[in-house]
């Protein structure tokens, strides 16, 4: 019948066809921020137009506003889409076979890995937009509520170190503030003008230079040698990225 994506002629077809629906929709969903990805990251947020996107997911315009309220819209969605990846990049640092301090020090290397796989999504996170609206504040909140999250979490991995005797007492989250903007801005360098840009591989060794500082200066007394040096007594974890939990 005119208007239904089932036939009423059978009760029981109505929920498969709901979820073959729903699942076209999902699929049109991301085909749309997939695009939009492609979009942003060429263009900036003030130069993406939603023309662009259009035409790289091969949706119509109609199809765009059926799922999203416009541009700031599907931006804050694919913030959200990468601030989700994210988080399963740092929840991979809480590996329990870690010592506590070890696990603060993994989250430097699921931060170098997620920028290394997805050198953009960080920009998606930092990239200033128009002003926001009711019909986005949901999806701000969302993204607000799982930084913030992301946070607690590390704050609390720098407690667990702290409380095991791993690590010297310290304010966790002026800590996880601290290291939260100096690893996102470590990343940022990549977009300074010609001639303090630095490379993947610049990035590479600079996190890695500040894992070990961390390392030295996080570490307690009791993990420390004769002259007072953390070294290879604790040694800086390495993820297996390759693991079938990734």
Do not use: C
């Not at 002629?9 to 929709?25: E, L, N, T, V």
């Not at 049109?28 to 137009?49: K, P």
């Not at 930092?126 to 993204?143: F, L, N, P």
């Not at 004769?226 to 993820?239: F, Q």
């Amino acid at each position: 019948m005119g208007g239904y994506p089932w036939s009423v002629s059978s009760g029981g077809d109505r929920p498969q066809q709901q979820s073959r629906a729903d699942r076209r929709r999902a699929r049109t969903r991301t085909a749309i921020l997939d695009a939009a990805e492609v979009v942003f990251t060429r263009d900036g947020y003030d130069g993406a137009r939603i023309e662009s996107i259009v035409e790289i997911a091969d949706v119509s315009v109609g199809s765009i506003y059926v799922h999203f309220d416009g541009k700031r819209d599907i931006y804050l969605h694919l913030a959200e889409r990468s601030l989700q990846l994210f988080a399963e990049y740092m929840a991979r640092s809480e590996d329990p076979a870690l010592s506590p301090l070890q696990r603060v020090l993994a989250g430097g290397d699921a931060y170098l890995r997620f920028h290394l796989d997805h050198p953009y999504a960080f920009d998606f996170l930092a990239m200033r937009t128009d002003a926001g609206s009711s019909k986005t504040a949901e999806v701000e909140a969302r993204i607000r509520d799982r930084v913030g999250d992301l946070l607690s979490r590390f704050a609390a991995q720098v407690e667990a170190a702290v409380a095991a005797g791993e690590a010297r007492p310290v304010d966790a989250m002026r800590l996880t503030r601290y290291l939260w903007g100096a690893w996102n801005g470590v990343i940022a360098l990549r977009h300074q003008p010609e001639g303090l840009r630095v490379s993947d591989d610049e990035i590479t060794e600079i996190l890695e230079l500040a894992r070990r500082l961390l390392r030295e200066g996080l570490a307690s007394s009791a993990l420390r040698d004769d002259r007072g040096e953390v070294g290879d007594r604790v040694p800086l974890p390495r993820i297996d990225w390759d693991s079938p939990d990734r």
